[in-house]
């Protein structure tokens, strides 16, 4: 018996030892299949950063929505909020269409050119796809990650930057004429702010141009969109109401929620910057968060000093505001650099929101002094606390002994300024005189957008006033 079961164990530990020694015996793992193995690694592994981040970055349309629908007035909230969700239906279509080719396909330093139109030539690889354009030395816009997947996460910041605009002409644009000014807008001029700032061969960007610092789109989202806001209030003329009827908020808990929204899926827009998980997108997430922290605080001790209370439209606006900010700065400066820029954009934004009022001029949202203002002073302060110890391919500012980087960034915001006002007012004037006006008939104003638009309404107060409970015995 006890020979049966010794026989037994060796028998068992004879099969088990089997796969072991195969694979002692197997040929060892080249250092080439090894360095392939890590490579694959690292490209699966940015890619699934990048991914999330792009989720994240859609997320803030959802989020904007909610931001600017507290604003508005009850009977204009669903109109507001489409003016957002609309932007995922027009530009996640025309960036895969043509979007993509005119903002990052290699052209002209103001515009692409038309060889990835509908996405042709666009796949997995992860780089060769820029070779044979000036400058020879840069040959992918990311070398750890899928081509598609660098165009999917640029697709977001596309839909997110013009929704941006509706904030200023909400209430009042009838909803086809924003439809059409937003496929001309994103499909024309936001392919030339991309393309200058962040494509090879731009004009004012890193990889052949005037280097512009601008790592998450302070000039390519918030000015232009800023600006274009400004224009676009203009052209369109105040509210029926204003400044006569001033239209508090009518939802204050959906303005926290978007601002929210924004905060977390900002991680995506600033952090996935990066390009690829690891130290710099750490950088620009610290300097983030830093920021809106920072500026969320400032603008409630403004407001508490001045006004008297604090309020919670103030600190979500603040928290905005800093985001903003930082956006331009958020890989090439250090955490107290990201604290100060927070502190500076709020200070800057909240006094520009009391001059837009003072002038009564009616940006509805208080898009341009957010963002437009925000924008213009993160890009400002780029070149004054830029250093290459923090991001190596970037470039020092002034406070690291580089004037000229100062310099740099004002041209690049005076240049956008110019081109998103022209070429608002060129879309709008066109706009007016094929549909004979912009605005909705101003009974529409009074009775709300929503109905007259749209033909449904957030709360059913307009349905429901028109009936009176009884009481059945």
Known sequence: ??????WTALTTIALFSIPVMGTALAEPVTAEAAKAAADQAIVQADTAFMLVSAALVLLMTPGLAFFYGGFVRSRNVLNTMMMSFILM??????????GYSLSFAPGTPFIGGLQWLF???VGLETTGYLAGSQPDAVVSYAGTIPHQTFMIYQAMFAIITPALISGAIVERISFKAYFWFIVLWSGILYPIFAHMVWAKGGFLGLYGGLGALDFAGGTVVHISSGVSALVAAWVLGPRKTYPNQP??????PYILLGAGLLWFGWFGFNGGSALASGSLATVAFVATTTSASAAGL???ILEWILRGKPTAVGIATGAVA????????????????ALLIGAITATACFFAVSLKAKLQFDDSLDTFPVHGVGGTIGAILTG???TKAVNSAGADGLLAGNATQLLTQIEAVAITYVLAALGTIVILKVLSAVFGGLRVHPDAEFQGVDIHEHGEEGYGEEITAGFTMTRVE
């Open 1 to 6: 018996m006890l020979k049966k079961i010794m």
């Open 384 to 386: 004054i606390f830029a």
């Open 247 to 252: 239209a508090a908020p009518h939802n204050v």
């Open 298 to 300: 400032v603008w409630v």
């Open 322 to 337: 800093g985001l903003v900010g930082i956006t331009p700065a958020a890989g090439f400066v250090t955490p107290v650099a």
């Open 119 to 121: 996405l042709n030539g």
């Open 89 to 98: 239906g027009i530009v996640g279509t025309s960036w895969i269409l043509w």
